[in-house]
């Protein structure tokens, strides 16, 4: 069982950064793999990356590949997503979640927090 909390969200003006983050809580939140997904309105919900909570390998979507990055702080509880030169495209509700498998659809996880509002302005 895993609680995910995310906070962190706002507006940004393009070519700006913001630094998204998850709270993870739970028995055995450690081994499940951490992923973030984004929601625009109207739209599927989007694989955006994901990582080990242990700190394994990182995968991420091609549309913010070299941009955004995943990290976590174990002694903390903690996972984040660094945004860096964000585009008005990249706006959406941004989600937290856990799953057991090496994973790229919404499908693949199992936990979910509630997400958080990232606007970016041109």
């Known amino acids: 069982q895993v609680q995910l909390v995310e906070s962190g969200g706002g507006l940004v003006q393009a070519g700006g950064s913001l630094r998204l983050s998850c709270a993870a809580s739970?028995?055995?939140?450690?081994?499940?793999?951490m992923a973030w997904f984004r929601q625009a309105p109207g739209k599927e919900r989007e694989f955006v990356g994901r990582?080990?909570?242990?700190?394994?390998?990182?995968y991420y979507s091609d549309s913010v590949k070299g941009r955004f990055t995943i990290s976590t702080d174990n002694a903390k509880d903690m996972v984040y997503l660094q945004m860096n030169s964000l585009k008005p495209e990249d706006t959406a509700v941004y989600y937290c979640?856990?799953?057991?498998?090496?994973?790229?659809?919404?499908?693949?996880?199992?936990?979910w927090g509630r997400g958080t509002q990232v606007t970016v302005s041109s």
């Open positions: 990582i080990s909570w242990t700190g394994g390998s990182t």
């Open positions: 979640a856990a799953g057991e498998v090496l994973g790229t659809t919404p499908r693949d996880y199992d936990f």
């Open positions: 739970g028995r055995t939140f450690s081994r499940y793999v």
